[in-house]
């Protein structure tokens, strides 16, 4: 899966602060605390072969629970539980039958028909409850991800039917903590400051590096709290080229173009990230045969974090 559903605020809400230097902004939390989080992603796929467009699309959300299980000197640990899964695919069919709605909540309305749909659910519900252990700095800076061998079998066992098994691997877990927040400057900085990135990823492309630069918007307030807010560009420069031995005949897609952007919220009260939301478009071109297919894919990801 690529990111996850965004969460737009109105900019009319946010009343700006007088300009001042931000104090050194780090992640505040301690041994036994608990903390609810919800990740949200949007993807809507569009090709186009010749005349014929196809759309295609899929929301997720998991609910999660962080305990913090350790918290000394600048090194953090969380444990992290998937708590609930939510997920709707929606494929063009005139009578809306190609739209799926799965819900591993007991107390759910939405039912599953027999077949394909209530193994997915099956899938998904054996999913609910594993466990991660995060291991990173006040900073944001991840230093380890592991999964339990129990929790690893339950991932093996569900098999290929649902997009949701790369993303709550270890180094999906990873990547979806990296792109729903991110490393937390080293000093004290003040508004308009910018920084840069290199995030390398894996993809149907091959490895991408991605290049970002963040910018630290300031302080601003929000119902009544002091939140910092930054913002995100990132895009990839040099595109990967295609192998040399691939197929003339069918050869895998190109990538034409990835670029994103981002907003994020943190509330030094709470000392955790209130809301993020991240936004990419992915454009790339198949061939095969005769035939061109261009692909459009954006997605619109978020997180949220409350103490409980």
């Known amino acids: ?12 809400c946010l009343a700006l602060a007088p300009a001042a230097t931000a104090e050194e902004i780090r ?4 041994e036994g605390e608990q903390l609810d989080v919800t990740l949200n992603q949007e993807s809507e796929s569009t090709a186009v072969c010749q005349t ?3 759309k295609t699309s899929t929301e997720i ?55 394909v749909e209530k193994s997915v659910l099956k899938d998904l519900q054996s999913l609910v409850g594993v466990k991660a252990i995060v291991e990173m700095n ?10 339990a061998e129990s929790d690893l079998e339950k991932l093996r066992q569900a098999g290929s ?4 098994l790369k993303m709550i691997s270890a180094s999906g877990l990873t990547d979806l903590f990296r792109q729903s927040s991110f490393v937390l400057p080293e000093k004290s900085v003040e508004a308009g400051f910018e920084w840069t990135n290199e995030r ?21 307030e929000v119902d009544g709290r002091k939140l910092h807010l930054f913002s995100l560009k990132s895009k990839v420069d040099i595109l ?53 297919i261009d692909t459009t894919i954006t997605t619109n990801s978020s997180m949220s974090i409350q103490r409980r």
């Open 1 to 12: 899966m690529k990111r996850f559903g965004i969460i737009l605020w109105s900019a009319g």
């Open 27 to 30: 992640w505040k939390l301690a």
């Open 52 to 54: 014929i467009e196809r």
């Open 61 to 115: 959300q998991l609910e999660l629970e962080w305990k913090v299980t350790a918290a000394k000197d600048d090194l953090i640990t969380l444990e992290q539980t998937i708590r609930r899964i939510q997920m709707r695919l929606q494929t063009p069919t005139a009578d809306r039958s190609g739209q799926v709605d799965l819900d591993t909540s007991a107390n759910s309305e939405k039912k599953p028909r027999p077949g």
């Open 138 to 147: 006040t900073r944001g800076e991840i230093s380890n991800v592991t999964v």
């Open 161 to 164: 039917s649902t997009p949701l």
């Open 200 to 220: 390398k990823t894996a993809g149907p492309f091959g490895p991408l590096a991605m290049n970002e630069t963040f910018r630290y918007d300031g302080e601003k």
């Open 240 to 292: 990967p080229e295609l192998p040399k031995d691939a197929d003339p005949v069918d050869p895998p897609p190109e990538l034409k173009q990835l670029t994103g952007d981002g907003l994020f919220s943190f509330d030094p009260g709470t000392g955790v990230f209130s809301k993020s939301s991240n936004s990419t478009t992915l454009k790339s071109t198949k061939r095969f045969r005769d035939l061109i």
